[in-house]
C-alpha cells in the first residue's frame, strides 16, 4: 500500500493549485485525474479577470491566453447595450483563457513542484478508520488500488462525490443550480473586443455568453435556472434559438459543444472534516453571479495547499487543524459569495421591462465602480421604487 | 438508441450523453455516478427527475420515452 500526505481527487484549477502549494510546503502529494488528458474536454466559458493571478503565483503563458478584451458588454433584452470597461467589470472579464493549456500549465507547476499526478484514474471511495477519512479507493488502468492519505481532498467539480462519501453536505437545492451549454462557435462575425452578457427572458434565471476567442470565433453559451427549465433539453433549444435569431451568429457553426451544471448557492457550511478537505467547485466556491468559478479555485486552492503543508509538518490532518484552510477562504470570500447569492435570488425574479430600466438607468447615469452598492445606487436616482426591491443588499 | 442502465424507470442516451456530471451534482441522493464516460445509477434513485430536467442535452429520460 502506497502512501501520501495529501491525495488531490481532481486535476482541474483547484486540485493543482492545492497540490503545487502543499507539494511546496514540504508534503508529499497525488493528484489523481480520471479523464486521460488535463484541461480537455473543456467545462468552462473561460473568461476570467487579470487581477488575482499574481497573487496565487500564476504566470500565464502564451499558449494559455486565447484572448484579450477591453471590457464587458452588457446587454438588456431590448437590444441596448452598457459597456463596461475592464477595470470596472471585475471578475470573469480581461482574459479569455484556453482552459486546455491553462489548466495544464497549472498541472505542470504542481508537479514541478513535486506532486504525483495519474491520470485515467478515478476515485471509487474513502478509506476510513473510525470516523476519520485516511486515504482513497482508484480505479487505474483495469487496477484497483487503496492509497493511504493524511488528507484526502475532493476537488472533483461540481459532480462533488468526494465531500458526499465523507459526509460533507453539499448537495443543492434546484434553485441553485444552473444547467449550461455552449458552442465554440465559428464563422462568426462581431466584435471581439468584449465579453458579452445578454439578460431576461431569452435565458431565464441565467445569461447568455459570447467570450471571444479570436476575431470570427467564440465561446456562445447559455446558463439557465434548474427551476426555470421545464422540457428535455431546454437550455439546448434556447440557445439555438438565440443564435438562429442573432445575424451576427447565424452563419456560425460549432467546433466544439461544451455541456456542464454550475452552482450558484450560498456558502457552505462546512468544507473540512477529519482527513478531508473540499475546494474550487466541489465546496461550491462559485460567485452565484456570473457562475464563474476559476479565480476563487485557484484562491482557495493556495489557502488549502498552504494549510496542507503545515498540517504536514505538524502531522495533523484533523478537522481541527484543517479549519485553517475554513477560516482562509472565508476570509477572502464568503462575504462576496453571501452577498452576490442574495442578489442572485433577487435577479432571478426580474421581468425583461425591469432589466431594460436597469440598463437605461446605467447608460443615463454611469457608474464609476461595478460594484453592487455602486449599480444600485445610479438605478436609484431614476427608479427609486426599483431599488426598493434590493433594499437587504444596501 | 438508449442504453438502459441498472434502474429499470430510468435511461441514458448515449448517443447525446456528453458525461459532462450536470445529472451526478444535481442529485439530490448521490444516486449517479459517472464512471469516466458512462452514467451509472444506484438503488438510492427516488426518481425525483432531476437528472433529466438539469440534463443540458436531453439524454437522461423516462423509459420507453424516445
Known sequence: MTGYDVVVVGGGPAGTMTAKWAAKGGAKVLIVEKRQEIGAPVRCGEGISRSWLDGVGIKLDQKSVACQVKGAKIVAPNGTPFFLSEKMAGNEVGIVLDRIFFDKLLAHDAVKAGADLMLKTSATGLLRTGGKVTGVKIRSFGETKEIKAGCVVGADGFESQVGRWAGISTSLAPRDITSCIQYRLTNINYDPNYCEFVLGSKAPGGYIWIFPKNEDTANVGIGMQLTKLKDRADVKKYLDKFIQNDPRLKKGKPLEIVAGAVSICAPLDKTVGDGILLVGDAARQIDPITGGGISNSCRAGKVAGEVLAKATKERDFSERSLERYEKGWRDLMENHLYRNWMAKEKLVTLSDETFNKIISALNEVGVEKMSTFAILKAIETKYPDLVREFHDLL | ?66
Not at chain 2, 458525461?19 to 451534482?25: D, E, F, I, P
Not at chain 2, 427516488?46 to 440534463?55: G, L, Q
Open chain 2, 1 to 66: 438508441m438508449a442504453m438502459a442502465k441498472d434502474l429499470d424507470d430510468l435511461e441514458v442516451d448515449i448517443t447525446r450523453c456528453m458525461h459532462c456530471g450536470a445529472c451526478v451534482g444535481s442529485c439530490p441522493v448521490n444516486a449517479i455516478y459517472l464512471n469516466e464516460v458512462l452514467i451509472e445509477f444506484n438503488d438510492d434513485c427516488t426518481m425525483c427527475k432531476r437528472c433529466i430536467k438539469v440534463c443540458p442535452v436531453g439524454a437522461v429520460h423516462l423509459a420507453g420515452e424516445k
